[in-house]
C-alpha cells in the first residue's frame, strides 16, 4: 500500500513520503479494586508529505478505499503549504537497540488481568481503605516509512507498562501512584509496587505541618518529570524556529548546576519511545541537551532543522494523521553520587515531594512552574514524618536547576524518563499551615 | 450497502453472548489554521474505521479497528472469549427497541461538495477582520468541517446508518498595549453546512473590539455581587457545573450524588427547566441516533424547579430502573460510547433584559466562559469580560471576573430567567473519559442570580 501511495504522488510531480503506522493497544483496568474493563485498539493509517513547487502538502489516510482522494488532497494543500526548506531522507543502516520483546507481543490479556488482580489483592490484605486504580497497557506498532529518496524501512516496538493509583481518604484525600515500565518482557514485581505504596500510605496516615518559607526540597525520581518537562520545550527545534525558545543563543553558556546533564537518547533499550529511526526515517542517536550545567543544543526535525540552517537530530514524532514535529524520545537525567538517606539526614526541616499536580498550567516556556505537591511529606531531623497539605512550589525550572544541592546515584526507569532524585538547597515552600 | 450489513452481520452471528453491536464509520475532515498572517496548517483526512462491543454475564469488552475486512469476525469471536472469561457481574443492558432507518444529509449541507479554496478564502477573510482591527497584534482562527457516515449492527437487529456534518470556526484575537495583553475568542458552528457560515463578519468584528476594549478594563474586586449572566456563560454553568450530575454512569459510582440528585428534589423556582435535547434541528450536539442505537430524545433534567430526570445509556439506566435516554454517545469509532449530553439549555420564561437590569442596584454583567473547573457540587468559571451594573445601568468594562459557588446553592439563587435564549455549538466540544471534543450544544436566556462570590484574579 505504502509503494502505492508512493507512486501516485509521484506520477503526479511530487518528492513524497509515506508514512504508515499499524499497531495495536490492548488495556486491562481495574477501578477502585474490581476488573472494570478489557479494550483492544488496532490502528492502521497513512500520512501522506509532498513537497511540490517548492511547497509542503499533507494528508492522511484509514480509509484504504480513499487512497486517490490522500493523493489529490496532499497536492492540492501543497499549493497553500510552507515553504520546504529540507530533503527526504535516504536509506540508512539501522543503528541497534531493543525495541521489542517476544514474551510483550505474546502476552495474553488474561496473564494482565491477572497480574492487576495480584496487585490488588497484595494491597487489599494490606491497606484495606485503599481505593485501588490498575491499568497495565500493552502497545505493539509497526512503522512503515518510503519515499521518493529511496528510503524503503519498516521497524517495531512493543511496550508494556503497569500504572497503579491508590486513593486514600484520610484528612482530605491523597493519592498515591506508581509505574512499572515492563517492555523488558520480566514480568512487574508485585510485591515490591505493593511495598512501596504500603509505605506511602502509611505515611499519609500522619498528618504534617510546614509553615510557608523557604526549605531544602527533595524531588523524589517520581516528580522529577514535573521539573524537566519546562526544559523541554525550551530545547524543541519549533520554539527556537518561532524565535520564542528563551534558549535561543544560548548554546555553550553555562545555564543549570554542574551536577546536571540531560540527554535525549531514542536508543536506550526498552525505553518506551526507543526506535532505530525517528518518524521521519533519520536514525535515532543520544543527544546531550545539557553537559554538566552547559547547554549544549536543541531537538529538531527535518523541517525545523531546515529552517534553522542546521541537520535533524533524528527527533520527528507524529502519528500517521499529522505531521512531523520535533519532540523528545527518552529523557535521560545522570545519576549523581548522592544516596537518600545521606540527603535526608543532612536535613533538619524540609520536604521530600513524591507527586504534583499543575504541572504545565503556568508559561512554561519561560520555564515557569507552579506545582501542587499532591504527595510529599515533611523532613524533619533527617526523617521522613508525616504528610503535608496544601503545599505550592512556584518557582522557575532554569533558576531552581542553576543550583542543585544532590543528585542521586540511582534512577528510576519512569519509561520516557530515567531520572533519579533531584535535591534542591532551597525552595519556596507556600502552605496554609 | 447491503454488503457492508452482510459482513458486520457474519462478524456477530455465532457469538456466545447476551449482546454485541458494531458500530463502522468513515469520514472526512478539512482544517485550516491561521496564526497571525501565516497559514499554519491545512490539510484534509480521512477515516475509516469500527468497534466492536460485546456484553455477556454483566461485563463489557470491545475492540476498535481501521481494517474493515474479513478478519472481523475473528476479532469478533477474541472479545467474545475475552469477556466470557470474566467473573459474573450483576448488570444488565436497558431495552431498546430495535431498529431500521437510513438518516441522510441533504445535497446542499455536504461540505465535501465546497472547494478547499472557497473554505480557505472564509477562514482568510475572517482572520483578516481581526488583523486589520487596531490593537489587535496577533490572531488564530480555525476553520474545520467534517462528514461522516456510520453504520450501526446489533445482534437484537437494528441496523441504522446515520450521515452527520459538521461545519464551524473559530476566531481569536489578541490585543496588546505595552505590557497589557488581553484576548477574546468566540466560535460558530452547527450541524448545518458551509453556508450557514457565510456573513458572520458582525460576530468577527465583535470579537476583535472586545479583544481591544478590554485593554481599558479594570480587574474587578473581589466580593458577593448579584449577576445578570449571559445566555453563553448561563450555557456554560447549565451544561458544566450541571449537566454533567445528571449523568447516570457518574451517578452509579457516587452514592451521595446519587442522593442530592434524587427526582422530585427541589433546587430552583418554579419557572426553572433545564432540558437536554439531542432532537433539535442543526444544533451542534443534535443526532437522531446515538452510538447504541437508541433515538435522541428530549430529557428534562430539572422541570419546574425540581429534579425531574438523568441522562443515560443503556446499562446504567438498567441499574438506575430508568428510561434509556439516548445519550450514549462516543467520539469516533475509536471508543466505545459513554454518557455524554447533546444539546443542553435553561427553558426561556418572561423577563427581558431590561427588567433584570432595573432591579440591579450594584451588580455586574458577565459575558462569556474562558472554562472553569467542576468538582462534584463546587465550581469556579472564568468569565470573558463583564460590565459593571451600577443603579441599573451598565458602566465600565472589567475583567478577570470568576465565579465560583456551590451548584445547587447557586440555582436556587436564580431569580429571573430571561425571554431570549440563544444556542451555542462553535468548534470545540465536551471532555469526558479521554474522548474529546464531543460536539455539544448548550444555551440559556439571560439569567438573574443574587449573590454570587466572585473573585478576582
Known sequence: MEDRVLALAEARGAQAEVFCSDGNLTTVEFRAGEFHSQESRLTCGYGLRVAKDGRVGYSSSSNPDRIEDLVQAAIDTAAYGKQCRFEFPGPCVHPAVKTFDNRVIMLSAQKMIEWGRELVDALRSRLPELKLDVTIARSYRETALVSSAGLDTRFSRAVLELYATGLVVHDGLVWISEYENLSSGAAPAIGAIADRMEQRAILARSRARLVTGSYPVIFAATAVPDLLSPLLVGVNGKQLEKGVSPLGDRIGQKLLDEKITIADDGLRDFGTRSDPLDAEGVPRRRIPLFDRGVFTGFLFDLATAGACGVESTGSAARDYSAQPQPGPSNILLLPGTAQLDEALAGIREGLLVHECIGGGQSNVLAGDVALNVSSGHLIENGKVTGRVKDTMIAGNVYEMFANVAAVGDTVRDLGSYHVPFVMFPALKVATRD | ?457
Open chain 2, 1 to 457: 450497502m447491503d454488503n457492508l450489513k452482510s459482513l458486520l452481520a457474519g462478524a456477530l452471528s455465532g457469538l456466545v453472548s447476551e449482546y454485541a453491536d458494531i458500530r463502522i464509520e468513515e469520514s472526512e475532515h478539512a482544517a485550516i489554521v491561521y496564526r497571525g498572517r501565516e497559514l499554519d496548517q491545512i490539510g484534509r483526512s480521512f477515516e475509516k474505521g469500527g468497534c466492536i462491543r460485546v456484553f455477556h454475564r454483566g461485563n463489557w469488552g470491545s475492540a476498535s479497528f481501521n481494517r474493515v475486512d474479513d478478519k472481523l469476525p475473528g476479532l469478533a469471536r477474541d472479545v467474545a472469549q475475552a469477556v466470557e472469561a470474566l467473573p459474573e457481574r450483576p448488570e444488565s443492558l436497558g431495552k431498546s427497541p430495535a431498529l431500521t432507518d437510513a438518516v441522510t444529509v441533504p445535497e446542499a449541507d455536504d461540505p465535501r461538495k465546497v472547494p478547499l479554496a472557497e473554505k480557505h478564502a472564509l477562514i482568510k477573510r475572517y482572520n483578516d477582520i481581526l488583523l486589520r482591527t487596531a490593537g489587535i497584534t496577533t490572531t488564530m482562527s480555525v476553520y474545520h468541517d467534517s462528514f461522516r457516515r456510520t453504520s450501526f449492527l446489533s445482534s437484537e437487529g437494528s441496523f441504522i446508518t446515520q450521515e452527520t456534518v459538521y461545519t464551524g470556526f473559530m476566531c481569536r484575537a489578541v490585543a496588546r498595549d505595552g505590557t497589557n495583553v488581553q484576548d477574546y475568542s468566540d466560535s460558530f458552528g452547527k450541524t448545518q453546512g458551509f453556508t450557514s457560515l457565510a456573513n458572520r463578519e458582525p460576530l468577527v468584528e465583535r470579537i476583535a473590539k472586545v479583544a481591544v476594549d478590554l485593554l481599558k478594563a479594570e480587574p474587578v474586586p473581589a466580593g458577593k455581587y448579584d449577576v445578570i449572566i449571559d445566555p453563553l456563560l448561563a450555557g456554560v454553568f447549565a451544561h458544566e457545573a450541571f449537566g454533567h450530575l445528571s449523568e447516570a454512569d457518574f451517578l452509579s459510582t457516587n452514592e451521595r450524588m446519587r442522593e442530592l440528585m434524587k427526582v422530585g428534589i427541589r433546587y430552583g423556582v418554579d419557572d426553572l427547566t433545564i432540558v437536554d435535547d439531542g432532537t433539535m434541528p442543526g444544533e451542534r450536539g443534535s443526532f437522531r441516533y446515538d452510538d447504541e442505537g437508541t433515538a435522541a430524545e428530549r430529557t428534562e433534567l430539572i422541570k419546574g424547579g425540581r429534579i425531574a430526570g438523568h441522562l443515560h445509556e443503556r446499562q446504567s439506566a438498567q441499574r438506575m430502573g430508568e428510561k434509556v435516554t439516548g445519550n450514549a454517545r462516543a467520539i469516533s469509532y475509536r471508543h466505545a460510547p459513554i454518557v455524554r449530553m447533546s444539546n443542553t439549555y435553561i427553558e426561556p420564561r418572561a423577563f427581558n433584559i431590561e427588567d433584570m437590569l432595573d432591579s440591579v442596584e450594584r451588580g455586574l454583567y458577565v459575558c462569556g466562559s474562558r472554562g472553569g473547573m467542576t468538582e462534584l457540587e463546587s465550581f469556579t468559571f472564568s468569565s470573558q469580560y463583564a460590565r459593571l451594573i451600577e443603579h441599573g445601568r451598565q458602566t465600565k468594562m472589567v475583567r478577570d471576573v470568576v465565579l465560583s459557588g456551590n451548584v445547587f446553592e447557586t440555582l436556587k439563587s436564580i431569580e429571573m430567567i430571561g425571554d431570549d435564549l440563544v444556542m451555542f455549538g462553535g468548534l470545540g466540544g465536551c471532555g469526558k473519559g479521554g474522548q474529546s471534543p464531543l460536539p455539544v450544544g448548550l444555551g440559556a436566556p439571560h439569567l438573574l442570580i443574587r449573590n454570587v462570590v466572585i473573585g478576582g484574579r
